[in-house]
C-alpha cells in the first residue's frame, strides 16, 4: 500500500490558506492535490475532501461542451469565510477547512469546486464538508454559463441568494442539538 502524502503547512503558491483556513476564487486550475495534504492534520482521524466536476450534462441536455463561472468577488471570498466560520460554529471540533472556487472557463472534468475538512471524527467531518458545498451554493454569488455546440445559457440559481446565517438548521444541525 503506498504512503500517505506528508501533510503540508501551506501550499507554495499565491492565494493559500491563512491558519487553518484556506478560502478563495481561482481563475487557474485548481490545487486539488495541495488541497487534500494540507487539509490532512496529526490530530484529526477524518478527512472529507469533495471535488466538484465540470460535467457534459446538465438538466435536458447532454451535450455541454464547456463551462465557464463569474463571481463577483469583493462579496464571493467573504461570504465564503463567512460559510467556514458558520462551520466552525456548528461543529466547535473542525480543524482545517477549504473552500475553493474556480472562477473563468473550464474544460469538462476539471474541477470547478473543492471543499475540504478535517476533524477527530468523521461525523463532524462529513457533515461540515456537506453543510460549506450546499451554503457556497446557496449564498455565495457565482454565476455559471453552460455551452454547448450553438448555444449557451447562464444558471439560474445564484438569482436568489441567502445569507449564511438565514440557513436552516434542519440539513445542518449546530454541534449537540438534535437533527
Known sequence: MPDAPAPIDAPPHSGGPEGD???GLSA???????VERWVVRPDCGAVVVFCGTARNHTGDRGDVTELSFEAYEEQAVPRMSRIVDEARRRWPDLRRVALLHRTGPLAIGDAAVVVATSSPHRDAAYAANRFCIDSLKATVPIWKREAWDGGERWGVDAQHLVEVEGLGTAEAPVAGDPA
Open 21 to 23: 483556513t484556506w478560502v
Open 28 to 34: 487557474t486550475g485548481l490545487p486539488v492535490a495541495e
